[in-house]
C-alpha cells in the first residue's frame, strides 16, 4: 500500500502535487471558478457577508491562517482563524452576516464539530472544507467543498494541507468575483499561479534529498525554531508542530517582526533556525527585512537554515543552509516552502529511529473532545 515508499507519509509528501491538481481539477473553467458545491451560497448571501470565522485544530488550522492573508487581500472580507476548542467557549460574537469556514482532513475532529454545531446554533452559516466524503463534520454544515487530496494515512497532515489550501484560494477567488474586488484579468493571474503550484511542487520534491541529508547531519539537536513572516508565519508554526509531531524535538515557530520583542533571547551558539524566506520580487519590503533578522541571529552563532526563493542571493552570506522554491507570487509561496520543512521533520525522526507514520500519544483523527 505503501507503493514502494519507505512510510505513508514520504508517501503522502510525493503526493502533494497530485492533490493540489485533484483539487483544482474542474473547478476552474474559462479564468473562472466554478463551485457547484456551493449552489446554495447565491451571489447575493456571499455578497453580504461581514465577516468569517474559520475554525480547525492543528495543521487544518495553519491552512486557515495561510488563506486569511489572501481571502483577506482578494475579497477585502475581514477574516479570523480560531482554534476550534478555544472558539466554542468564550461567547464568540456570531450573527447572520458571519460565515463560519471549518476546515478538517478527516471531518471527525470533534472539537471541530462542537464548534460548527455551536456556530450553527447561533445562526451562522457554516462551509465545510474537508477531505473525507460524507463525514459528520460535512454533513453538519451547509456546504462543503472537498478537498480531493485521497485518503491520508500518516498522523502528520501533509498532502490534506496543500489541499486545503488549494480549496481555500479557490473559495477565495470565488468570493472576490462575486464581490467584484479583483478585475477579470486580476482573478485569471492568481487562478494561473495556482494552477501552476502543482509542477512547482514537483520541483521542490526533488531537493527531498539534501533536506534529508540535512536532517541526518542534525539528528542530535535538541530544539530548533523556525521565523516566517506574512503568509511564512503559519508555515514557520507548521514546520514546528510537524518537528515536535514527528520527532519529538521542542520546536517553536516565530513571526520574524515578533524576534525582537522576545524570541531572540533564545538565540545562543548553534541553535538551529530555520527562516522562511519571502521573495524579493514579490515581497520587495519584507524580504530586506527577513534578511535583516538573518543577520541578526546569525550574529548571535544562530545556524540558519533559509528557506528562499530560487536566483535569491541576498540570503547567501548569512545562511548556513540554502534550501531553494520556484518563484511563485506571494501567496503561493506557503504550497512550496512548507515541503522541505514537512520532509526535514520526517528523516529527521527516521534518524532517530521513530515511527513517522503513528508517532507516540497522537491519533489521525480526535474523536474526543
Ligand atoms: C490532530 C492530528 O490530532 O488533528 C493533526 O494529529 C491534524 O495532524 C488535526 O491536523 C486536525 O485534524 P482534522 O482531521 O480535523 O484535519
Known amino acids: 500500500e505503501k507503493g514502494g515508499w519507505s512510510s505513508f507519509m514520504r508517501k503522502e509528501v510525493s503526493e502533494q502535487p497530485e492533490a493540489v491538481r485533484n483539487t483544482l481539477l474542474g473547478r476552474v473553467v474559462d479564468h473562472q471558478v466554478v463551485i457547484p458545491e456551493l449552489a446554495d451560497f447565491g451571489d447575493e448571501e456571499l455578497r453580504a457577508v461581514r465577516r468569517i470565522t474559520v475554525i480547525a485544530c492543528g495543521t487544518a488550522a495553519y491552512a486557515g491562517m495561510v488563506a486569511k492573508y489572501a481571502i483577506e487581500q482578494w475579497a477585502r472580507v475581514p477574516v479570523e482563524v480560531e482554534l476550534s476548542h478555544e472558539f466554542r467557549y468564550r461567547e464568540p460574537v456570531l450573527d447572520a452576516d458571519t460565515l463560519v469556514v471549518s476546515i478538517s482532513q478527516s471531518g471527525e475532529t470533534m472539537d471541530t464539530l462542537m464548534a460548527v454545531k455551536y456556530a450553527r446554533e447561533m445562526g451562522a452559516r457554516t462551509i465545510s472544507i ?71 511542487l514537483e520541483t521542490v520534491l526533488g531537493q527531498a534529498e539534501r533536506v534529508g541529508e540535512l536532517a541526518h547531519w542534525m539528528a542530535d539537536t535538541r530544539s530548533v525554531l523556525f521565523l516566517g513572516r506574512h503568509v511564512g508565519y503559519p508555515i514557520a508554526m507548521e514546520g514546528a508542530l510537524k518537528l515536535k509531531e514527528l520527532a519529538y524535538i521542542h520546536a517553536e515557530g516565530f513571526a520574524a517582526g515578533e524576534l525582537k520583542h522576545g524570541p531572540i533571547a533564545l538565540i545562543e551558539p548553534g541553535q538551529p533556525v530555520f527562516v522562511v524566506v519571502p521573495s524579493p520580487r514579490g515581497s520587495a519590503t519584507l524580504h530586506p527585512k527577513v534578511v535583516s533578522n538573518i543577520q541578526e541571529i546569525r550574529a548571535r552563532g544562530a545556524r540558519v537554515i533559509a528557506i528562499a526563493e530560487a536566483g535569491d542571493a541576498a540570503v547567501l552570506p548569512f545562511a548556513d543552509e540554502v534550501l531553494r522554491i520556484p518563484l511563485a ?37 480526535v474523536t474526543v473532545e
Open 130 to 200: 474537508c477531505n473525507t466524503q460524507g463525514a459528520t463534520i460535512p454533513r453538519e454544515s451547509h456546504a462543503v467543498v472537498y478537498t480531493h487530496a485521497g485518503p491520508e494515512v500518516a498522523v502528520a497532515s501533509t498532502k490534506a494541507f496543500v489541499a486545503q489550501i488549494a480549496a481555500l484560494y479557490l473559495f477565495g477567488l470565488h468570493l472576490a468575483r462575486v464581490r467584484g474586488t479583483l478585475t477579470a484579468e486580476q482573478l485569471a493571474e492568481q487562478l494561473a499561479e495556482l494552477q501552476a503550484v502543482p509542477e512547482k
Open 329 to 365: 507570487a506571494p501567496l503561493f509561496e506557503p504550497l512550496l516552502a512548507v515541503v522541505p520543512l514537512q520532509i526535514f521533520a520526517m528523516e529527521l525522526a527516521q534518524a532517530k529511529g521513530l515511527d513517522v507514520d503513528q508517532p507516540r500519544n497522537l491519533a489521525k483523527s
